[in-house]
């Protein structure tokens, strides 16, 4: 018997549905989440997944209210539900459209994730953050559950709120009754958050001498991307800059092979493969364990600078700790404060103000540019100016405030292409929370 690839695709997706309804995190997620999402793979080709609150099921026709619609070719849908898709590129070439809300399709993205990303419970690494209470540390509980509450809203997704403040945890949410306990293990992909870890790598490369940010990238990769034009420096790829003539007079926001290029240097400067040198020159020195990589990139050897991170959110928390400690971690200068202090003001002012090495910055120094929207002044109107942040497509962020000595890790997944606009909503949210100082 021969099976389309329409009924090898329903087979796919009822198998899926099942592991689904056996999950406890999928089960409390859909419980006030009562939706239909309709599939069309063509003209008269078409199926329906629904939640009732109980349960994930897959129907061929279905009457009852559609909340979205998604429009693709079997093979694209084929690589959707093996989670094979980069679901930014593939909407980017236009090989699906979705009609709707697409807050909902956002919901069954993320229930994928959980399944793929249930931890076993027993071999989990410790979680060694110090912990106290809000009140020991110039916070107030009752303030931050209600800043809680508001990001939930904004956000059907958001799965975590951390804050982190004077080197102490004083407040996790994982917006859970049940499982939250399992949800703050999950390793998390949090896309181009990506990107500033891999700035401290090779912040943590500088230090150890293996390079400075002012070696040629040709010099180390002589067949480098033809983008970056002859001339660059390290430099100009942690600042976005390497892609004009000359070098740092215009950003290019880019996460594909031309800033990949780093983790190629490091790997040829160390000797050793960059996801290597990471983990034993950054990751094992500030406790960061619980971290994994997207299963696109899980059996190369160096580390997808663009995007590819998956983290729990208190081990994001550290990168965090780690940039507002200026480099140094319980005594020991991991990267150098010279180098962090660089990391957290613009290179190249009247070109960006608001970006360091891969990292976003709210000060108030010029101009500034987003993947999507520029500005003057700063990003966030009502934030410090000191405030910087990591930040992944769909609302994924990493929060630094040194003038309150805090740290908030937030992660989520809410359908706006600029996330500028994601972080606004949220510093409004947490902004009644802080301390006045």
């Given at each position: ?17 099942n ?15 009562k939706?239909?999402?309709?599939f ?68 069954l ?6 399944l ?21 540390h ?61 700035a ?9 001498g ?25 430099l ?18 880019n ?14 400067a ?19 364990e ?29 990168l965090?700790?780690?940039i ?28 960006n103000s ?51 000595d ?16 994601t ?15």
């Open positions: 018997m021969t099976f389309s690839k329409s009924d090898i695709l329903k087979n796919l997706v009822k198998e899926l549905l592991r689904c309804n056996k999950s406890s995190i999928i089960l409390e997620e859909i419980k006030d989440w939706k239909t999402i309709r069309k793979l063509g003209k008269d080709n078409l199926f329906h997944i629904t939640s009732n609150g109980e349960k994930l099921e897959i129907h061929d026709i279905y009457e009852q209210e559609v909340s979205c619609t998604i429009r693709f070719k079997p093979e694209i849908a084929l690589k959707f539900f093996r989670q094979d898709l980069i679901f930014i590129e593939a909407f980017l070439n236009n090989e699906f459209k979705i009609k709707g809300n697409f807050q909902d399709f956002m919901k993205t993320t229930l994928m994730e959980y793929e990303d249930e931890p076993d419970l027993e071999a989990i690494s410790k979680d060694e953050w110090s912990v106290g209470n809000p009140e020991d110039g916070l107030k509980k009752p303030l931050l559950d209600e800043a809680a509450i508001k990001l939930k809203s904004l956000d059907i997704n958001r799965n975590s709120f951390l804050v982190i403040r004077n080197g102490v945890l004083v407040y996790e949410n994982y917006f859970s009754e049940k499982t939250a306990q399992i949800r703050k293990l999950i390793h998390y992909d949090v896309a181009s958050v990506t990107k500033t870890f891999a401290l790598v090779i912040g943590a490369a500088v230090k150890e293996y390079i400075t940010v002012n070696d040629s990238i040709h010099d180390w990769i002589p067949d480098a991307p033809k983008k970056i034009v002859p001339g660059s420096k390290i100009h790829l942690l600042t976005q800059t390497s892609e004009t003539d000359p070098p740092g007079s215009n950003f290019r926001y996460s594909a092979e031309e800033i990949d290029t780093l983790s190629k240097i490091l790997t040829k160390t000797g050793m493969p960059s996801k290597e040198f990471a983990k034993k020159f950054l990751s094992n020195k500030i406790d960061l619980n971290y994994s990589w997207f299963k696109t990139f899980e059996t190369q050897d160096d580390i997808p600078v663009g995007w590819g991170l998956k983290i729990t959110p208190s081990d994001a928390a550290r965090g700790q780690l507002l400690q200026k480099g140094n971690w319980k005594g020991r200068q991991i990267i150098s404060e010279e180098y962090i202090s660089n990391l957290m003001r613009p290179t190249f002012v009247e070109t608001g970006y360091g090495y891969l990292v976003w910055l709210n000060n108030a120094l010029g101009q500034w540019h987003r993947p999507f929207k520029s500005g003057i002044g700063k990003m966030i109107s009502n934030a410090p100016e000191d405030l910087i942040y990591a930040s992944g497509f769909f609302g994924r962020f990493i929060i630094i405030i040194p003038s309150l805090m740290v908030i890790v937030t992660f989520g997944k809410k359908f706006v292409w600029e996330s500028l606009e972080i606004q909503e949220i510093y409004d949210a947490i902004e009644p929370a802080l301390p006045k100082n």
